[in-house]
T-cell receptor, first 115, second 109 residues
Framework: EPEVTQTPSHQVTQMGQEVILRCVPI?????FYWYRQILGQKVEFLVS????????KSEIFDDQFSVERPDGSNFTLKIRSTKLEDSAMYFC?????????????FGPGTRLTVT | GQNIDQPTEMTATEGAIVQINCTYQ??????LFWYQQHAGEAPTFLSY????GLEEKGRFSSFLSRSKGYSYLLLKELQMKDSASYLC??????????FGAGTTVTVRA
């Protein structure tokens, strides 16, 4: 069964450093998403991406964040200058449509720890 | 924006039935999803409702009333492996998913 993959599974970085979280969505999917989940809190939407551009973003997704699809398979989330409060689990998701019951398939997540 | 409420915790016995309620207030509605999340893992899709009524998928059923801003997830014949967090998520008119805080279900033998 096809699945979304994410690397690394755990990333530790120092405050102020840049990090890139990588995702490989399901191959025939067209819509890509990033979510984050701070430990013990709810899953929060960050950004959606379609046709090589951002389609929606939340207020969390400020200028420190960017997304890119550098090739036909990878989808990345970059945090330019990490803050302590960026520590969270980051989930990538993909779907083949936004319509109807097309669910978003989530990857296993990258746990980001900012020290 | 979205405001999604669900109970924090529920406990039930193996073989029993549990109903998890979710109420929402939304600026636009484009479907309601239920996800299961085991600790430290990614959410996995359980069900989807966009029209009023009951959707049944094996041991899991989900109900929606759009006029009341209300949904429930019904888990029947509970098994130990059903111990997890259950997330209610509402999709808005811009196709963004907003999640509730999740209901942790503990199944006891």
């Amino acid at each position: 069964e096809p699945e979304v993959t994410q690397t690394p599974s755990h990333q530790v970085t120092q405050m102020g450093q840049e990090v890139i979280l990588r995702c490989v969505p399901i191959s025939n999917h067209l819509y890509f998403y990033w979510y984050r989940q701070i430990l013990g809190q709810k899953v929060e939407f960050l950004v959606s991406f379609y046709n090589n551009e951002i389609s929606e973003k939340s207020e969390i997704f400020d200028d420190q964040f960017s997304v890119e699809r550098p090739d036909g398979s990878n989808f990345t989330l970059k945090i330019r200058s990490t803050k302590l409060e960026d520590s969270a689990m980051y989930f990538c998701a993909s779907s083949d449509s936004r319509e109807y019951s097309y669910e978003q398939y989530f990857g296993p997540g990258t746990r980001l720890t900012v020290t | 924006g979205q405001n999604i409420d669900q109970p924090t915790e529920m406990t039930a016995t193996e073989g029993a039935i549990v109903q998890i309620n979710c109420t929402y207030q939304t600026s636009g509605f484009n479907g309601l999803f239920w996800y299961q999340q085991h600790a430290g893992e990614a959410p996995t899709f359980l069900s989807y409702n966009v029209l009023d009524g009951l959707e049944e998928k094996g041991r899991f059923s989900s109900f929606l009333s759009r006029s009341k801003g209300y949904s429930y997830l019904l888990l029947k014949e509970l098994q130990m492996k059903d111990s997890a967090s259950y997330l209610c998520a509402v999709r808005d008119q811009d196709y963004k998913l907003s999640f509730g805080a999740g209901t942790t279900v503990t199944v006891r033998a």
